[in-house]
């Protein structure tokens, strides 16, 4: 009777279980599709239970108008799914998104002694406090949701008199639809398709007694490998025919002989900022060729703050988050983000007092903490990308700052 071996194997560990077996002269067969040996075909030899050599992947999640947040979202969801949620969720406009590097932050935050805390920022260009609201309430479930808040932003993506384009396509969408029938997204599912195992003719070299324990890979499960096999399958031995098999949930236990598995690889954790979420900017603000390339518009004819006024739909977004956040025992830390003086006008400095007074009156009431770093930084044009945004040398700055000043929950929210 042939024996069967089902081993997942990586093309190391398959060459470390030939090696234990002291295969010499293995004479393999050819593939008839591609004329390789079947040790060659690595799509058939599987190195963990998870991956598998064909997939096709399902339909994705309909896009919500905004290109920014189908990719930040399916970035975000993939995380998720590879590490659990983070620690610190960053959310907020461009400003966040290009001002927040969650590399830098977790390193500052480890150097008070918040070691392995975990940050990603689902800054999303053009985002209001509609906007933040609609993630945080109806796109992400409450396993995916942070244990803090990290909300960097200004006064522009609070004006309630202003045209909000960036919710108004979203909830324009094809998402946004299958969101309101109460479908959230989710990352498209391989469907997954078991390669046939392929089988080699042993050869008279073979040795007949058991497996050497040293040609079983660290971390592998063994099954009996008594003298008398009871119960179990002997060992193969010359002539015999071994075929190998990618395990399933469905025959990870063969009983009709040895199972040899990988200790299955750990998710590795996102290691660079760009798969954290963060948009990297390295163009240095200089006034005189800035101004060369773009008009200097005043406060007064800018449409971010058309019609300012902070009661209206952002506001009640705001209030909507708050008592979200509050249900959830999640900390909200509000940034309002660096500027630079040049940006600051009459009509800029009146409502960005207007801004700053009203992000206080949450923290008096002890609904979110507050860190005003607006004008901190006001003459150094080399943190800005332009003169209202950071680029990563800024970004870099103020993550570091924001690592020493953030108090993270220690327990997880409930």
Same mark, same amino acid.
């Given at each position: 009777?042939?024996?069967?071996?089902?081993?997942?194997? *990586?093309?190391?560990?398959?060459?470390?279980?030939?090696?234990?077996?002291?295969?010499?002269?293995?004479?393999?067969? %050819?593939?008839?599709?591609?004329?390789?040996?079947?040790?060659?075909?690595?799509?058939?030899?599987?190195?963990?239970?998870?991956?598998?050599?064909?997939?096709?992947?399902?339909?994705?999640?309909?896009?919500?108008?905004?290109?920014?947040?189908?990719?930040?979202? +399916?970035?975000?969801?993939?995380?998720?799914?590879? *590490?659990?949620?983070?620690? =610190?969720?960053? &959310?907020?406009?461009?400003?966040?998104?290009?001002?927040?590097?969650?590399?830098?932050?977790?390193?500052?935050?480890?150097?008070?002694?918040?070691?392995?805390?975990?940050?990603?920022?689902?800054?999303?260009?053009?985002?209001?406090?509609?906007?933040?609201?609609?993630?945080?309430?109806?796109?992400?479930?409450?396993?995916?949701?942070?244990?803090?808040?990290? !909300?960097?932003?200004?006064?522009?993506? #609070?004006?309630? @008199?202003?045209?909000?384009?960036?919710?108004?396509?979203?909830?324009?969408?094809?998402?946004?639809?299958?969101?309101?029938?109460?479908? $959230?997204?989710?990352?498209?599912?391989?469907?997954?398709?078991?390669?046939?195992?392929?089988?080699? $003719?042993?050869?008279?070299?073979?040795?007949?007694?058991?497996?050497?324990?040293?040609?079983?890979?660290?971390?592998?499960?063994?099954?009996?490998?008594?003298? *008398?096999? *009871? @119960?179990?399958?002997?060992?193969?031995? +010359?002539?015999?025919?071994?075929?190998?098999q990618p395990l399933?949930?469905?025959?990870? #236990?063969?009983?009709?002989? !040895?199972?040899?598995?990988?200790?299955?690889?750990?998710? +590795?954790?996102?290691?660079?900022?760009?798969?954290?979420?963060?948009n990297t900017v390295?163009?240095?603000?200089?006034?005189?060729?800035?101004f060369r390339q773009?008009?200097? &518009?005043?406060?007064?004819?800018?449409?971010?703050?058309?019609?300012?006024?902070?009661?209206?739909? %952002?506001?009640?977004?705001?209030?909507?988050?708050?008592?979200?956040?509050?249900?959830?025992?999640?900390?909200?830390?509000? &940034?309002?983000?660096?500027?630079?003086?040049?940006?600051?006008?009459?009509?800029?400095?009146?409502?960005?007092?207007?801004?700053?007074?009203?992000?206080?009156?949450?923290?008096?009431?002890?609904?979110?903490?507050?860190?005003?770093?607006?004008?901190?930084?006001?003459?150094?044009?080399?943190?800005?990308?332009?003169?209202?945004?950071?680029?990563?040398? @800024?970004?870099?700055? =103020?993550?570091?700052?924001?690592?020493?000043?953030?108090?993270?929950?220690?327990?997880?929210? +409930?």
């Amino acid at each position: 009777m042939d024996t069967l071996l089902y081993a997942p194997l *990586s093309g190391f560990l398959w060459t470390v279980f030939i090696n234990g077996l002291g295969l010499t002269g293995l004479e393999l067969p %050819q593939s008839e599709v591609t004329g390789e040996s079947p040790l060659e075909q690595t799509p058939l030899l599987v190195s963990t239970t998870l991956a598998t050599s064909a997939t096709r992947p399902s339909t994705p999640f309909p896009t919500f108008n905004s290109q920014p947040l189908d990719r930040q979202l +399916k970035l975000y969801l993939q995380y998720v799914a590879e *590490s659990g949620p983070p620690d =610190v969720l960053v &959310v907020g406009s461009s400003r966040a998104y290009q001002g927040i590097n969650p590399i830098v932050l977790q390193q500052s935050l480890s150097r008070r002694g918040y070691s392995g805390a975990t940050v990603f920022n689902f800054g999303v260009n053009g985002a209001t406090a509609q906007v933040v609201d609609l993630k945080l309430r109806q796109v992400l479930t409450p396993d995916q949701l942070p244990r803090l808040i990290l !909300w960097a932003d200004g006064a522009r993506a #609070f004006n309630s @008199g202003r045209v909000d384009s960036t919710y108004n396509n979203i909830i324009a969408s094809p998402g946004y639809k299958r969101l309101v029938a109460g479908i $959230r997204p989710t990352l498209p599912q391989p469907e997954i398709a078991t390669p046939p195992p392929f089988c080699l $003719r042993l050869s008279a070299g073979l040795l007949e007694d058991n497996l050497p324990e040293d040609a079983l890979p660290e971390g592998t499960l063994k099954e009996s490998r008594s003298s *008398s096999f *009871s @119960g179990v399958t002997p060992p193969p031995t +010359k002539n015999q025919q071994l075929c190998i098999q990618p395990l399933d949930e469905t025959n990870r #236990f063969s009983p009709s002989g !040895w199972v040899i598995q990988a200790s299955p690889l750990p998710a +590795k954790p996102a290691s660079s900022p760009a798969a954290l979420g963060f948009n990297t900017v390295t163009t240095r603000f200089n006034p005189t060729s800035y101004f060369r390339q773009y008009p200097r &518009v005043p406060g007064s004819y800018d449409a971010d703050y058309r019609n300012f006024t902070l009661q209206g739909s %952002q506001s009640a977004a705001m209030n909507r988050v708050i008592r979200f956040a509050r249900s959830r025992r999640i900390p909200i830390v509000f &940034v309002n983000m660096p500027l630079t003086q040049i940006y600051f006008d009459s009509t800029r400095t009146y409502h960005e007092q207007q801004f700053r007074a009203y992000i206080q009156r949450f923290a008096n009431y002890g609904q979110l903490t507050f860190y005003d770093y607006g004008q901190r930084w006001l003459n150094q044009h080399h943190y800005f990308a332009d003169p209202s945004h950071l680029n990563q040398l @800024g970004a870099a700055h =103020v993550s570091n700052q924001l690592g020493q000043d953030l108090k993270l929950p220690r327990t997880p929210a +409930k």
